[in-house]
């Protein structure tokens, strides 16, 4: 299952390396308290560095500014035990990669994807600091349709920039941002600019901010008993349902 996933990046067999990584590894640059070190060397089965993307292994330059670094991109597979936390083991390798990583989670017949934004540390500029996030829910590829199925059919890397790594690997946040949108849409759709997935997220971020504000004011009038307050709660769900189709027009 996870073969497929692979054949949608189509990343060149150039860049493949197909390398075991041990765990010890992670357990010594994450710097895991004991909660996470728990949880990963409870889930993780295995690791494997699939690819490296650098400029002898693909035509693809490197970039670098005064905030951050994209010389190369690390490929990595992490097959799981069980899945239900995926997104905290997702954050921990991420945070052991000092440099920008494309992570393949798989769990049985799913896969899940992680991205992260990386930049150097303000005050020592030895250290990388990841910005933000991103992973998706668990996906089924051989069975994917609508948005999923769009989605993964868009990873291939020969439609995405080479100009530089820090373009390439923005266009990949921006295809897993579009997925999180379709939640709301329904539709798996790029913006123009692909690259600039910010403002998308500030946006999707405001439409998740609004969901569970609804659902925490379903939870309330669910418990409410008197009817008058009932009403009340009806009012304010409707209000900010209103809110949320308003926000969810602008993704």
């Known amino acids: ?9 189509a990343i060149p067999d150039s860049c493949r390396l197909g390398k075991r990584v041990f765990k010890s590894l992670f357990l010594q640059k994450a710097q895991l308290g004991a909660g996470d070190k728990k949880v990963f060397e409870q889930d993780v089965d295995s690791i494997l560095w699939q690819y490296t993307l650098k400029p002898s292994t ?5 970039y670098r500014d005064d905030q951050r670094e994209y010389i190369e991109i690390a490929v990595l597979q992490a097959n799981l035990r069980q899945p ?3 997104a905290r083991v997702a954050e921990t390798i991420q945070r052991a990669i000092p440099y920008p990583l494309l992570l393949v989670l798989a769990c049985d017949s799913r896969t899940a994807l992680s991205l992260a934004a990386k930049r150097f540390n303000q005050a020592d500029r030895g250290q990388i600091v990841v910005e933000e996030y991103f992973a ?5 590829p051989d069975t994917a ?7 993964l059919a868009d990873l291939n890397i020969s439609g995405l920039p080479q100009t530089n790594f820090f373009a390439l690997y923005n266009a990949w946040i921006a295809r897993l941002v579009a997925l999180q ?3 709301f849409t329904g539709e798996y759709q790029l913006v123009p600019a692909d690259a600039d997935w ?9 439409c998740q901010r609004i969901e569970e504000n609804i659902a925490e004011l379903r939870r309330a009038l669910q418990a409410e008993t008197q009817f ?9 769900i409707k209000a900010a349902e209103k809110e949320l189709a308003a926000a969810v027009e602008n993704l």
């Open 228 to 236: 008058n307050r009932q009403v009340e709660w009806n009012m304010r």
């Open 84 to 86: 239900t936390r995926h």
């Open 198 to 206: 910010q403002s998308r997220r500030s946006l999707l971020a405001e």
């Open 58 to 62: 693909i035509p693809v330059a490197a």
């Open 136 to 140: 998706t829910a668990w996906l089924s």
């Open 145 to 151: 349709t609508g948005a999923q199925a769009d989605f």
């Open 1 to 9: 299952m996870i073969d497929v996933v692979h054949q949608y990046l």
């Open 181 to 183: 949108c379709a939640h």
